[in-house]
């Protein structure tokens, strides 16, 4: 359940839309905001509110890779593996990730702190290999930097 | 109309035609998944590629995506293209799992046949294949998403062509899944379509799952006997047995598709229980004897208390050629009556849209889809004729207007894939001198004053019957001053009936002695007649139908009638006292088990044979015209060769 002001906010946000479908991706993320993921309660309360289906939120939840349908821990790591940055060696900086950070990917620490994803092509590619942590982007990536960065980004509220 | 060359042969095609298409229309075949002539083009697959050798496009093209134009030089055949095909299919064929063997798709496969010819034929991939878990999605279809190669037929079917929302397409890349948010039963009418439409075995008709190969089967073309919309189907039947029905393309009834009752709604055809065997005063007997014993029976009714004083009992089941002799009967008894209908209401309403349809007004099925505005007026459209659900819908994608009038409390306003209006009367749909409008309503239990109210509007008209043949049933009547079953019951003028595959009600049938029935099921009649004649369905006997805007098509006999094999009493095998072992009988007889049934027409002939008639030959007279109706082709509109009047 989500609480009253959220929900009226996002039905003023569906009204403002064209098309329902259009607010769809705002109100995804605004519920995932809440609930720190997507859940399936979450998919039929947008339905509800866009006038879908939840099989039709669902086609769209499944498809952005910043949609979470799983828990995830309270920041994202979303490092990329795309063409770019392989060439720059991401699988270095990932294994590296896996490491420091002791879990798969898809896997999230013991902590609750970090989950760990791989991602497309961010547009970073000049400052390949990159990362986005928490939505912050990161470039050129070493493993100091990558130990620096989490670091900070632990502390950092 | 451009004009181009595939593989050296000259084509001609209309404007907007795709290469696919042109190379098909000469009867070159370019493999292809993704496209469907019904459904929008997505060029996902990538296999239709040929190359273009000269003209206004050049190189490796995509043939479903790219519209044919003057001067272009096609080679399906060329070696650039042949390779890209074939690492096409190798390549959509990685993760596909070698199931051929237990697919109930295969012999039926598009994936099969597109494999071969697309020159895919030993797996080099080594790797880990992509595995799903499937989901359950009712009791119609089964689902095996390993199978898929994202095609994106069904989605695109489902969604945009029927308007379901509760099936779609999930993930990304790799990982796309075509399902439902939570496993549970498909909820559009038309989801049984999947099966056809799919080209691989991810959705395989549950209700008939490995039973047979696509090679075992006897087909037919028939048509769909559960509404007056008279879609074209393919019923597939083995060892007389009807395991799956599939649809069957006609432009101008159904299209490419049926929906979920012509398809799942088969039970009955195969039933056990289906009364098979002809009976007389409660005792199994030969036909012959039935017949003869109903005969006399008749002969003795009408001597004593006149022919006027009998009715031959029809119904909207039977087919033209029933419903002509069974006029034919009534005469060679001495002039007995005839009905079609048992309720006044219906056959006031049958009939009277039967006279008002001509050929300028009544509706084509295209008049819908391209309508400005729709009225459906007090119609359960997913009742009466679900088909047309999907034609409206396209008439509303397009932008028309759809008005429900007074038909709020309907059940089945939830199911239909459109949105509309309501409106109280007919008067407020806003529309000037029709337009390009058309009105669909249910023409039984209709006042004839406001069927013609609809027809003077100027809009065309779409008016269902109340069964299947509902339009020849009014036919007949008129031509034979028929009147209502119901209405000469309580007007004392009849006594006694000769049913045929009618189904008169219990009130009715209190009030009258029942000399002989005639039906291919067991009913309240059945219980009460003394002579039982068995008939065949549709799909064991040749016959025509007359849909609800006078379309006369042609059904054919699809296998012989007669106890499906399977589950077939040890009394039918060599020994009618040991107990035999669930096999076909080891010993010869000339005759199929329970396949006494015959076609309602010749038996009607027989009983007219015994009463000193002649013989006769359903289709002469003004009929003749429809005796050489095609059965594979779109039919023919009796209002336009002048047979409605
Ligand atoms: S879908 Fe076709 S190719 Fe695949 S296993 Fe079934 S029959 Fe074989
Ligand atoms: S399930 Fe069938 S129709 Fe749908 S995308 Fe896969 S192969 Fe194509
Ligand atoms: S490939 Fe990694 S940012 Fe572009
Ligand atoms: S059929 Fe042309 S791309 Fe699929």
Redesign the pocket.
């Known amino acids: 359940m989500i609480p009253e002001t959220l929900k009226k906010s996002l039905q003023a946000r569906v009204a403002s839309a064209i098309t329902a479908r259009e607010a769809a991706v705002d109100v995804m993320k605004e519920l995932q905001a809440h609930y720190g993921w997507l859940t399936d309660e979450a998919v039929q309360e947008a339905a509800a509110l866009l006038g879908l289906s939840p099989l039709q939120v669902e086609e769209l939840a499944t498809f952005y890779e910043m949609i979470y349908r799983r828990p995830v821990g309270k920041k994202v790591i979303h490092v990329c593996d795309s063409i770019s940055c392989w060439c720059a060696d991401c699988d270095k900086i990932i294994q590296y990730l896996k490491d420091k950070l002791g879990v798969g990917l898809g896997g999230t620490t013991a902590d609750g702190m970090f989950t760990l994803l791989p991602c497309c092509c961010m547009g970073m590619c000049g400052d390949s290999p990159a990362m986005s942590v928490g939505g912050v982007p990161y470039g050129r990536l070493t493993p100091e930097l990558v130990d620096e960065i989490l670091e900070a980004e632990r502390h950092k509220v | 109309m451009p004009k181009l060359i595939i593989d050296d042969i000259p084509v001609e095609v209309a404007p907007g035609t795709s290469v696919?298409e042109a190379a098909r229309s000469v009867g070159i075949t370019?493999?292809?998944?993704?496209?469907h002539p019904a459904l929008a083009?997505?060029?996902?697959?990538?296999?239709?590629?040929v190359k273009l050798l000269d003209g206004p496009v050049k190189g490796i093209q995509?043939?479903?995506?790219l519209p044919a134009q003057d001067g272009m030089v096609v080679s399906t055949t060329d070696p650039e293209a042949l390779k890209m095909r074939a690492l096409v299919i190798e390549w959509l064929m990685l993760n596909h799992p070698h199931d051929c063997p237990v697919c109930d798709e295969g012999g039926e496969c598009l994936l099969q046949d597109f494999t071969i010819a697309g020159g895919h034929s030993r797996r080099r991939y080594q790797g880990k294949k992509r595995t799903f878990q499937n989901q359950y999605l009712g009791e119609g279809i089964h689902h095996e998403m390993n199978r898929c190669i994202e095609?994106y037929r069904c989605v695109r079917f489902y969604q945009d062509y029927a308007g379901g929302t509760d099936f779609g397409v999930m993930g990304s890349a790799g990982r796309v899944y075509f399902g439902r948010f939570q496993e549970g039963a498909l909820e559009s009418p038309f989801s049984g379509n999947l099966v056809d439409i799919c080209p691989t075995g991810v959705f395989t008709d549950k209700t008939g799952r490995f039973r047979a190969r696509y090679w075992d089967y006897q087909f037919a073309p028939s048509i769909c006997q559960h509404c007056s919309v008279g879609c074209n189907t393919s019923p597939q039947n083995f060892q007389r047995e009807t395991i799956k029905i599939v649809g069957r393309r006609n432009d101008q009834v159904n299209g490419w598709f049926i929906c979920d009752r012509a398809r799942f709604d088969k039970g009955y055809l195969n039933d056990p229980q289906r009364p098979r065997e002809p009976r007389l005063d409660g005792a199994t007997c030969g036909y012959d004897v039935a017949v003869d014993a109903a005969a006399k029976s008749i002969a003795e009714f009408v001597r004593n208390n006149g022919a006027d004083k009998l009715a031959l009992v029809g119904s909207t089941r039977l087919s033209l050629e029933g419903m002509i002799v069974l006029a034919q009967v009534a005469e060679a008894a001495g002039g007995a009556k005839v009905c079609y209908f048992d309720d006044a209401g219906l056959q006031q309403g049958s009939l009277a849209a039967a006279k008002l349809l001509h050929e300028e007004n009544a509706a084509y099925v295209k008049d819908i889809e391209q309508a400005q505005w729709i009225a459906l007026h007090a119609l359960d459209l997913m009742e009466e004729g679900p088909m047309l659900a999907l034609a409206v819908r396209k008439a509303f994608l397009a932008g028309a207007q759809i008005f429900l009038v007074a038909g709020d409390t309907l059940p089945a306003c939830k199911a239909l894939p459109f949105k509309y209006t309501s409106v109280e009367t007919l008067d407020q749909v806003p529309f000037e001198g029709g337009g390009k409008g058309v009105i669909i309503c249910g023409a039984g239990s209709k006042d004839p004053e406001l069927l013609a109210e609809m027809a003077s509007s100027g809009a065309k008209l779409v008016m269902l019957q109340p069964g299947p043949n509902g339009f020849a049933a009014a036919l007949l009547t008129q031509q034979h001053a028929a009147g209502p079953l119901a209405e000469l019951v309580a007007a004392r003028q009849v006594q006694a009936v000769v049913c045929f595959e009618a189904d008169v009600p219990q009130t009715l049938l209190s009030d009258l002695e029942v000399l002989a029935n005639a039906d291919w099921r067991r009913g309240a009649v059945e219980a009460k007649a003394p002579i039982f004649l068995p008939t065949t369905t549709w799909a064991e006997s040749d016959g025509t139908a007359i849909n609800y805007e006078g379309r006369a098509q042609r059904f054919e006999r699809s296998r012989v009638a007669g106890l499906p094999l399977k589950g077939l009493d040890p009394k039918y095998y060599g020994s009618a006292t040991e107990a035999v072992t669930l096999h076909p009988p080891r010993v010869h007889r000339k005759d199929v088990p329970g396949g006494a049934e015959r076609d309602a027409w010749q038996v009607m002939a027989q009983l007219i044979e015994r009463l000193g008639g002649e013989p006769v030959e359903p289709l002469t007279g003004k009929w003749r015209a429809l005796k050489s109706l095609d059965p594979e082709g779109e039919g023919v509109r009796i209002l336009e060769m002048g047979l409605g009047e």
């Open positions: 696919l370019i493999p292809h998944f993704c496209y083009i997505a060029a996902a697959c990538r296999l239709c590629a995509m043939s479903c995506a095609c």
